[in-house]
């Protein structure tokens, strides 16, 4: 017979970080009545407050095509108003949002062991569309077909160029180059080769496309030597680097064990930059890899 005081003496102590948080819908067509989580506002008991996207990137690319990019702005404008508003009063209450069709559900309780983990809850709660994997990975897809629409869906390398030329706009010719390896060989696309410096840049995001996404980016590696073992000229560059962007540590659109897959991943990365003296370097955003660049070239 199964005791009960034994069962509840088993499970591990409830966590004691609590606080509240609340969903922000969005209504993508104004007065159509469909609502989309596009955000988490939580605030915790000892003050920490975030608000955070509740639909990843990817998504928002699959679901609005040529308008993804005014409704990420859309929804980056309410979490930083959403944000500031609770800087200042130090509640979820009250928020004004800054746009018509845009409004915050009831706060609801939660415990766990930190910020993240409340964010992380409220999510998988009330964001259907977080959950979405929505990256191309059929058995029956060739592999250059695959890289086609993995290209035409990857904003990453456009965003990494725009920062880069916002801060240096002289730069602009540099990007998106050809290597000459060989004679009968294609040539190797590169995504910034200077004088001085060569870089190719990914990312490694979790979900279903992992596995090929960590290969592409080692035959990106491997792109990058072979601009090196056939570098020619009299005074040859000297900063090669890999940059790749992934989600931080502590995203809460993603669970742990996704987040523990893509640090091995990342890590397979690393290790094989190591066995042939090449940067690799991760980011989580464009401006961070932007400071890369403009730093190896200033170097």
């Known amino acids: 017979m199964m005791n009960i005081t034994e069962l509840k003496a088993s499970l591990p102590p409830m966590p004691d970080y ?3 948080w609340s969903p922000i819908y969005l209504e993508p067509m104004i007065a159509s009545g469909e609502r989309l989580t596009v955000a988490i506002a939580a605030v915790s008991d000892y003050g920490d407050f975030e608000v955070h996207p509740a639909i ?7 679901m609005f095509g040529p308008q993804s990019s005014a409704i990420s702005k859309i929804i980056s404008l309410i979490c930083a108003s959403a944000q500031n508003h609770i800087r200042d009063v130090k509640a979820l209450s009250g928020w004004v949002p800054p746009m018509s069709g845009v409004s915050i559900g009831a706060a609801r309780r939660a415990a766990s062991y930190d910020l993240t983990g409340i964010l992380r809850q409220a999510i998988m709660m ?26 035409a869906q990857d904003r990453w390398p456009t965003l990494f160029r725009k920062a880069a030329l916002a801060s240096d706009p002289r730069i602009e010719t540099f990007f998106n180059r050809s290597f000459q390896l060989s004679r009968v060989a294609r040539p190797t696309k590169i995504f910034y080769l200077s004088d001085k410096v060569a870089i190719n840049t990914g ?40 940059v790749v962007f992934r989600p ?11 987040l523990a897959t ?7 990365l690393s290790v094989t930059g190591k066995e042939h003296q090449l ?9 961070e890899a932007a400071k890369k660049l403009l730093t190896a070239e200033a170097a």
Do not use: C
Request: charged share 35%.
């Open 262 to 268: 893509l640090r091995q991943a990342m890590e397979s």
């Open 279 to 287: 940067r690799v370097s991760p980011v989580s955003s464009p401006e």
């Open 248 to 258: 931080s540590s502590d995203d809460p659109l993603y669970s742990e064990k996704q």
């Open 203 to 242: 990312k490694l995001v979790p979900g279903a496309s992992l596995p090929r996404t960590l290969e592409q980016n080692k035959a990106k590696m491997f792109d990058l030597l072979g601009v090196r073992d056939k570098d020619e000229r009299l005074f040859a560059r000297s900063h090669y680097e890999l």
């Open 18 to 20: 609590r606080g509240s």
């Open 126 to 151: 009330t964001a259907s569309l977080s959950a979405l994997d929505l990256d191309p990975d059929s058995e029956d897809t060739d592999d250059e077909s695959w890289d086609r629409q993995q290209d």
């Open 56 to 62: 990843r990137p990817h998504v928002i690319d699959a």
